[in-house]
Nanobody, 125 residues
């Protein structure tokens, strides 16, 4: 059974930083892209950032320059470093992994077959 488990979400103040982690188990994703998405109350789930198997990254314009995605293939883990958080970043953050090795840095949710349950990030202004 493949599991993705996120951690690191919490209540923080505007301007603070957080680091989210997502540990995968049940199979290795070292050859697959992984990503982060988020969903705020009353909104659609949206792309945040993705990282290819070789470490190439892309991110949404709303987080560019503030959020950084990285991965440790030995630990089967992907991270999301979030700096300069603001109230608009409040959301449940989901980790995702793709089963497709042909994808590089997919930004659409449908490219990912495996999802975590999410971790809540709340930014207080």
């Amino acid at each position: 059974q493949v599991l993705l488990v996120e951690s690191g979400g919490q209540l923080v103040q505007a301007g603070d930083s957080l680091r989210l982690s997502c540990v995968a188990s049940g199979r290795t994703f070292s050859g697959n892209p992984m990503g982060w998405f988020r969903q705020a109350p009353g909104k659609e789930r949206e792309f945040v950032a993705t990282i290819s198997r070789t470490g190439l990254t892309s991110s949404a314009d709303s987080v560019k320059g503030r959020f950084t995605i990285s991965r440790d293939n030995l630990k089967n883990t992907v991270y999301l470093q979030m700096n300069s958080l603001n109230a608009e970043d409040t959301a449940v953050y989901y980790c995702a992994a793709s089963a497709q090795t042909s994808y590089a840095r997919p930004e659409r949710a449908t490219a990912y077959e495996y999802w975590g349950r999410g971790t809540q990030v709340t930014v207080s202004s």
